[in-house]
């Protein structure tokens, strides 16, 4: 018993200095390939496709099913539904994942174009006089916080389904 008590305490004395040589020094270098930092993605000049790669693929999947599982609902030949009712654009803008995503608003206002042209995600849900977002208009409205996503996200359903349409976004509800 006394040894592990020995052997416990010289553990805890030399564990700091372990983790203190893990803090770079001046004379250290970075990993071939990481010589340059790297560049913001606001600045990074990536096209739509590639942006929806890193900024909503991670949760929506790269062909935009989404997963039922995690609570992500489909894009594909859907999402163009939210433009049909008041509030859906707004709400487009204003879902965390873009709001808060790395692209600035022209970027964003791009990207959520880019998901109603026709080799984008929404397919033929895009409202037939769909009139694309714009820079201003994200820009204006992306930074208003919306508070309660789930709450928001069904009343907007629930407006679809008043005027019809139907509700194929992989949530099954």
Known sequence: ??????AGLACALVA?????????TSNQRPAPGNEEPQTPIALAGYNDHVNYE??????????????KVSDVPKMKDFVGNFLKVEG???????????SMSALNDAQ???????MMSPDG???????????PFTT??????RHKAMLNLPG????????????????NDGMGD
Request: glycine share 12%; with cysteine; aromatic share 4%.
């Open 1 to 6: 018993m006394r040894g592990l008590l020995i």
């Open 16 to 24: 700091p200095a372990a983790m203190a040589r893990s803090i770079p």
């Open 54 to 67: 890193l900024q909503c693929a991670g949760c929506h999947l790269g062909d935009g099913t989404g997963a």
């Open 88 to 98: 859906g654009r707004e709400f487009l803008i204003r879902v965390p994942g873009m």
């Open 108 to 114: 964003l206002a791009s990207l959520i174009n880019w």
């Open 121 to 131: 995600m929404a397919g033929a849900s895009v409202p037939e006089h769909f009139k």
């Open 136 to 141: 201003e208009e994200v820009a204006a409205i």
């Open 152 to 167: 928001t996200r069904t009343e907007l359903i629930a407006k679809m389904r008043d005027q019809g349409i139907e509700i």
